[in-house]
């Protein structure tokens, strides 16, 4: 039936056949057999018909070349037609016919529609530039610029944005190429249409970058935007020299032109257009004119369901860097119960960045609502989080270790999350959490996850050896620890025989010297010693028959040092008593920040 129709003299049954061939295509079914059929209705005057056999042949062009090439004369031929569309329809079959033999004849007939009146006709030859140059023939690079060139420097709009990419298609480094039309693409840009407006802004800011660098210091960029300013300057570029100053001086007229003409694509519909402009404005911006793009970043969140990850994300690296843009605007990133784990976790991030005196109190209200959450790690996102805080905002930290004490003590199944986040908090204001300490001492046997138990007993042997208000407790929970050796995770045996080997080390070193005088002056605290002592004795004998060949080398190494005093100083600054760096509570997301904003990275 369908060679049939095919081969009718009438160009409705022709279009009738070619319909159905396509319908055959979409469904993924081979019907490059009737090539030689379709090939015939090229010549056809028929616009429905010449549309539907461009469109069969560009689709099985790569499996029949040989046939392929018997069209061409008719795609020349009607790119002299009296109508644009014939033409237009004629240069896309072409230049989609990737086949390196009819490269020259592609190029020439590109040139020509590059030249047309129609800017339907000369959009088509911008988009064919990129087609041309995917063939990977360099020998024509030069002519592939040269059109690249007259394009940019077309006035229609919809030219102007297919001409941007071709432009970062075939020459992304010829930011030369830009210098002569940069006035009249930044006029262009508001009437391209959305993706030529993307293309523009792309071009564009790497353009200023290449000739003035950025405004802002930004650490994903300044990676990105170095190796565009010294693979410039290896071509010869002269005017591209980097410039972070953040006033702008009359010669930089450009960069203010461009701000300018990008300020009301911050209300595009088009959430792409939105947070290409975004980007633009956060790395050239003056810091009194940052705050235009707070607002249409977060419409976003509220009209696009779709980009929300991505503009959070985005949100996110710029939280970062200026987390006071936010800060009055902290209840957007609210956790709603429609979001997924990856919206969740961003909104913490960005919570915790911008964390402030004036809505601490506010936010960490809501962080203690998500720990009651069904969610198990929405919960534990949320400890994490609070400790984060703690970590960002010193006024904080009492609220923030009173909450987290609570979740110790009520055994519930976030105590690995909460003992991690104090003793980050810990490590930091060292000074103020000697009831912390005392805490975790007198809840160490309810506290039975073994990773929680790891990190309490560290903290004991890092903090409490250098507090005489805690020595007294150090003994019993020591105790506590011998008689509970044997029935420990390994990971556990590891810690208790650190924190023995830190307590009795630092308690040694001291006794070498004269100040032991002035720092143990009572009976009771040699007695302490001596007990301490005592027990590590105890517990290397335990270890010496573990199971575990981890912690009965570790056992052998400590009752090496132990026989020499004099060795046992050194070994123990080096080992065990070394100044340790404040832990760092990693972020709940991936790690956008190292990705430069608005790109797919996010």
């Known amino acids: 039936d369908i060679p049939t129709l095919l081969d009718s003299r009438y160009d409705a049954d022709k279009a009738q056949g070619l319909k159905r061939l396509i319908a055959l295509m979409a469904q993924g079914q081979d019907v490059s057999t009737f090539f030689p059929q379709v090939v015939k209705g090229v010549a056809s005057q028929s616009l429905e018909v010449k549309k539907l056999v461009y469109i069969y042949l560009v689709h ?32 896309r079959a072409m230049s989609g016919i990737k086949v390196r033999a009819v490269g020259p004849l592609v190029i020439m007939a590109a040139n020509k529609c590059a030249r047309d009146p129609s800017p339907y006709v000369r959009r088509c030859a911008a988009n064919a530039v ?95 935007f170095s190796c565009l300013q010294q693979a410039h300057e290896e071509n010869g570029g002269d005017f591209y020299k ?46 009194n004119e940052l705050s235009n793009i707070v607002k249409p970043l977060l419409f976003l969140l509220r009209s696009s369901l779709d980009a929300r990850h991505v503009v959070l994300a985005n949100i996110l690296s710029f939280s970062k860097c200026e987390p006071s843009l936010f800060e009055a605007y902290f209840e957007d990133f609210f956790i709603c119960s429609s979001d997924s784990q990856a919206i969740q976790t961003l909104k913490l991030d960005i919570l915790t960045n ?79 959490q000697d009831q912390v300490i005392l805490h975790l001492l007198r ?3 309810h506290i039975l996850e073994p990773t929680a138990r790891e990190v309490v007993i560290w903290m004991i042997g890092e903090q ?30 590891l810690q208790v025989l650190n924190c023995l080997a830190k307590v009795s080390f630092f308690a040694a070193d001291l006794y070498l010297t004269e100040k032991i005088i002035q720092i143990i002056s009572s009976s009771q605290r040699c007695s302490s010693l ?40 050194k070994a123990a600054n080096s080992m065990f008593l070394r100044q340790k760096s404040v832990p760092v509570l990693p972020s709940l997301s991936l790690q956008t920040s190292t990705f430069l904003p608005g790109s797919m990275s996010h």
């Open 60 to 91: 099985y062009a790569d499996k029949r070349p040989d046939e392929a090439l018997l069209s061409i004369n008719s795609f020349q031929r009607d790119l002299s037609d009296i109508n644009p569309l014939v033409r237009a329809w004629a240069l």
């Open 130 to 224: 990129s087609k041309i140059h995917s063939m990977g023939d360099e020998q024509h690079f030069d002519e592939l610029v040269q059109l690249v060139s007259i394009l940019l420097n077309d006035n229609y709009p919809g030219v102007a944005g297919a001409a941007a990419q071709a432009f970062i298609s075939v020459c992304p480094e010829r930011y030369s190429l830009l210098s002569s039309s940069f006035r009249k693409l930044c006029g262009l840009l508001y009437e391209a249409d959305e993706w030529g407006q993307i293309s523009l802004m792309d071009i564009l800011m790497r353009y200023i970058v290449a000739k003035y660098g950025v405004v802002r210091d930004f650490s994903s960029a300044n990676v990105e």
């Open 242 to 287: 980097a410039d972070t100053r953040s006033s702008f001086p009359d010669e930089r007229w450009e960069v203010r032109l461009m701000l300018s003409s990008t300020l009301s694509l911050l209300r595009s519909q088009n959430s792409a257009v939105v947070l290409q402009a975004a980007v633009i404005h956060w790395y050239f911006s003056p810091g």
């Open 354 to 432: 911008i964390v402030s005196d004036f809505s601490a109190t506010q936010i960490l209200q809501e962080l203690e609502a998500y720990i009651r959450n069904p969610n198990s790690q929405l919960a534990a996102d949320a400890v994490n989080s609070i400790g984060r805080c703690a970590l960002r905002l010193s006024s904080t930290v009492a609220i923030c270790t009173k909450g987290l004490l609570k979740l110790v003590v009520s055994r519930s199944s976030l105590v690995v999350q909460a003992v991690s986040s104090l003793r980050a908090i810990m490590q930091k204001h060292p000074a103020e």
């Open 443 to 445: 809840n160490l046997n």
């Open 464 to 493: 409490a050896i250098a507090r005489p208000a805690l020595a007294e407790g150090i003994p019993v929970a020591l105790r506590y620890l011998a008689k509970t050796f044997a029935d420990e995770s390994n990971g556990t045996k």
């Open 530 to 569: 001596k007990t301490v002592l005592l027990i590590l004795q105890y517990i290397l004998d335990l270890a010496a028959c573990d199971l575990n060949y981890d912690v009965r080398d570790r056992a052998w190494i400590l009752r090496v040092s132990k026989l020499d005093p004099g060795v046992l100083s």
